[in-house]
Every structure is written in C-alpha cells, then in structure tokens.
Nanobody, 119 residues
Framework: QVHLVESGGGLVQPGGSLRLSCVVS????????LGWFRQAPGKEREFVAA????????YYTDSVKGRFTISRDNAKNTVYLQMNSMKPEDTAVYYC????????????WGQGTQVTVSS
C-alpha cells in the first residue's frame, strides 16, 4: 500500500497561483502513475493530471492544459501540481492518488486539500 499526504491548498484570487504537494511513501512506486484529481461541491470527482513515476511522462485534462504543471521530485518522493492563471471553476478539493502496479487503476488516495479561487 502507498500512503499519500497532500498539502498546499488555500484561498487564491482569480489569475493567481498555488502549488500543491503530495508526499508519497510505502511500497515502491516506480511502476505507478501518480495523479491529481479534484471534486467540486455537487460534482463528481474528475481527473486533472498524472505523471508516470519512472519516465516522467505527463498527462492533463484539457481544461488545465497550459495552466497546470505536474512534476515529481524522486529524491523527496513528492509529486507537485503547479497551478497558474487560476479560475473560479478550479475551486475544489484536490486529491493525490496512486495506481496499482498490477491493474493500473487508481487505488490509494490522499485525504485531499481544499483549493478556493475567489476574489
């Protein structure tokens, strides 16, 4: 099992920036994808971005392309989500998650961190 702890959420004005961090611990995660998801009030959880730990290949949902950047620091076992040019519709609880290396399905989740974009 992989343990994930998010941090870095908060209140930001439209057009502002935040960086979320996710510290990962537990079993080896070289064969895993680490992803960020978000869930706004009254909406389903949605995929935001992901990074393959071994290669660093990244993936984004269309609504955040060009504004958000996912990255990892192998030495710190940490995944980041840099969010720029933020919009009110980015308001949500953001979750970090890890895939199961066998099924490739997201299996382990963090507790979430609140991000609010408002003036």
């Amino acid at each position: 099992q992989v343990h994930l702890v998010e941090s870095g959420g908060g209140l930001v004005q439209p057009g502002g920036s935040l960086r979320l961090s996710c510290v990962v611990s537990g079993r080896t995660f070289n064969n895993r994808m680490l992803g960020w998801f978000r869930q706004a009030p009254g909406k389903e959880r949605e995929f935001v971005a992901a990074i393959r730990w071994s290669s660093g290949n990244t993936y984004y949902t269309d609504s955040v392309k060009g504004r958000f950047t996912i990255s990892r620091d192998n030495a710190k076992n940490t995944v980041y989500l840099q969010m720029n040019s933020m919009k009110p519709e980015d308001t949500a609880v953001y979750y970090c998650a890890s895939t199961d290396p066998t099924t490739s399905l997201y299996k382990d989740w963090g507790q979430g961190t609140q991000v609010t974009v408002s003036s």
